[in-house]
């Protein structure tokens, strides 16, 4: 494979971030009061630009500039980036970091006291935010490129998880995001086809284990696809907790044909809108591919240029 699917899944995601960081932790009652989202907006919740990443992409960005680097997965160098991040606002799009998730926050600076990458991430039950399936696109690529065994690349997707978000329910979600990753890129038909065949992967991959069963279940209303996508919107949550997110997102882009309308329709659900429109845009991204993307969103990220060039990974 010669098409280097990087630029379309994280560019995806940086979008999905800006798009909906303006209306983040609006309710869904009230952006639709106000007006939904159409374009690309500024200021709004944190005041900020039009195009303004937060730290879904942030994070996103830190994890891609270690593969670009190290060529490999370093989880003391990613620990290290987030650091960088956290502390002195480095992979933002104006050097400053804001919008940083609790559990997070926590784990980053938990790893600045123990430098142990293993116990830093969150083990409890309320370590179930969307906070690594947010970053976790750059290691699910990896994984792809490498053409890593399922049970090898599960286990550096749980990894990569597990350095904020270390509860199996967390790690679950973003297993089950690695397949749909895969399957868009190898699969064929529809996208809401291609990631049906994802949710079957991950489903028969992780069943197969009984300690996981009970945290798979979770996810049980993402099986059957066709069936899901019938589900009235006051139905789809689009909260932080990361069955929330993933639900609202790939309910979105199942509901719409385009790349455009997709996190649209993620963004104006409300509520933790950057995040879901970031987890989407990352497999639409892929989909659909930049081509595909508004020029005029492209034109008015920051930094777009230096992302691009961090797409530029040994593959």
Known sequence: MNKNYYIDAIMGVVIGDALGCPVQ????????ERGPVTDMEGYGTYNMPAG???????????????????????????????????????YTPYGKAF?????????IEKYERTRDVYTCGG????????????????????????KIDDKSAI??????????????????GCGLYYFCVCEILDGKGSLTDRLQKGIDRGFN????????????????????????????????????YIVDSLEAAIWSIINTDTFKSGLLKAVN????????????????????????????????IPR????????????
Not at 214 to 220: A, C, G, I, V
């Open 304 to 315: 777009a240029e230096w992302i691009m060039d961090l797409c530029s990974v040994h593959i």
């Open 155 to 172: 286990k550096i997707i749980h990894e990569i998880s597990g350095l904020t978000h270390n509860h199996l329910r967390s790690k679950i």
């Open 25 to 32: 932790f609006m309710r869904r009652e009230d952006i639709k």
């Open 205 to 240: 991959f992780y069943e197969k284990d009984i300690n996981n069963r009970t945290d798979l279940n979770y996810y049980s209303r993402l099986k059957d696809l066709s069936e899901f996508a019938l589900i009235p919107e006051n139905e789809i949550k689009s909260s932080g």
């Open 99 to 107: 919008d940083m998730g609790i559990t997070c926050s926590v784990a």
């Open 269 to 300: 659900l409300g509520d933790d809108s950057d995040t879901v429109a970031a987890i989407a845009g990352g497999l639409a991204g892929l989909y659909y591919g930049l081509k595909k993307m508004p020029a005029s969103w492209i034109e008015i």
């Open 123 to 146: 083990l409890d039950e309320r370590s179930n935010g969307n906070g690594s399936l947010m970053r976790i696109m750059p290691a699910c690529l990896y994984a792809y490129y490498k």
């Open 52 to 90: 303004t990443w937060t730290d879904d992409s942030s994070m996103t960005l830190a994890t891609l500039a270690s593969i670009h680097d190290f060529g490999t997965i370093n989880l003391e160098d990613i620990m290290d980036r987030f650091l960088d991040w956290y502390k002195n606002g480095a």
